[in-house]
T-cell receptor, first 114, second 119 residues
Framework: AQTVTQSQPEMSVQEAETVTLSCTYDTSESDYYLFWYKQPPSRQMILVIRQEAYKQQNATENRFSVNFQKAAKSFSLKISDSQLGDAAMYFC???????????FGTGTRLQVFP | GAVVSQHPSWVICKSGTSVKIECRSLDFQATTMFWYRQFPKQSLMLMATSNEGSKATYEQGVEKDKFLINHASLTLSTLTVTSAHPEDSSFYICSARSTGRTGNNQPQHFGDGTRLSIL
């Protein structure tokens, strides 16, 4: 069974600063992929970044980057130069190649202060 | 691209009525769509996987007779909450996965969600 754990219910950051959101997962599968989704107050889930487990290189998407530690089953999200619009719930999720199911963590609420 | 439209966005109805929620992929074809339920301040819980032209696969604990799913075309899946009761009140979100490329590692694109309130 897959599990995803986000141990930080809430985080805050000053505008323009950097913040890291933690995520750990557990799976017995070898082929899987990991995602970070953002859910603003509007409630729509927006894909932030994705990482295939077979890739050693950490994914980067503009101000968003991940630190993927496969052996430790850790997948943290770093947000650089934080902006007010980054304030949202962030969900870490894992999925298997042989199914399309996504398992979500419990989320981290990020507040950005001006 | 990859827009998923969900309708209605908010519905309030009396206990005992049935409510249908639509999920449409607007600019891509989706063999597979997913239905999630989200309680306030909680994570998304997968309810079922909807496959075009076949029966939906329900997660453990989800009543298939309560939550009817139909995926009649590559761009439309519907979730019908039958004989809804106050405990069914929740936020329901659909997602769709593109069939444009092979492989099962395409990201899911989410709809805006439907807030269902049963009085």
């Amino acid at each position: 069974a897959q599990t995803v754990t986000q141990s930080q219910p809430e985080m805050s950051v000053q505008e323009a600063e950097t913040v890291t959101l933690s995520c750990t997962y557990d799976t017995s599968e070898s082929d899987y992929y990991l995602f970070w989704y953002k859910q603003p107050p509007s409630r729509q889930m927006i894909l932030v970044i994705r990482q295939e487990a077979y890739k050693q290189q950490n994914a980067t998407e503009n101000r968003f980057s991940v630190n993927f530690q496969k052996a430790a089953k850790s997948f943290s999200l770093k947000i650089s130069d934080s902006q007010l619009g980054d304030a949202a719930m962030y969900f870490c999720a894992s999925g298997l190649y042989n199914t399309d199911k996504l398992i979500f963590g419990t989320g981290t609420r990020l507040q950005v202060f001006p | 691209g990859a827009v998923v439209s969900q309708h209605p966005s908010w519905v309030i109805c009396k206990s005992g009525t049935s409510v249908k929620i639509e999920c449409r992929s607007l600019d891509f074809q989706a063999t597979t769509m997913f239905w999630y339920r989200q309680f306030p301040k909680q994570s998304l819980m997968l309810m079922a996987t909807s496959n075009e032209g076949s029966k939906a696969t329900y997660e453990q604990g989800v009543e298939k007779d309560k939550f009817l799913i139909n995926h009649a075309s590559l761009t439309l899946s519907t979730l019908t909450v039958t004989s809804a009761h106050p405990e069914d009140s929740s936020f329901y979100i659909c997602s769709a996965r593109s069939t444009g490329r092979t492989g099962n590692n395409q990201p899911q694109h989410f709809g805006d969600g439907t807030r269902l309130s049963i009085l």
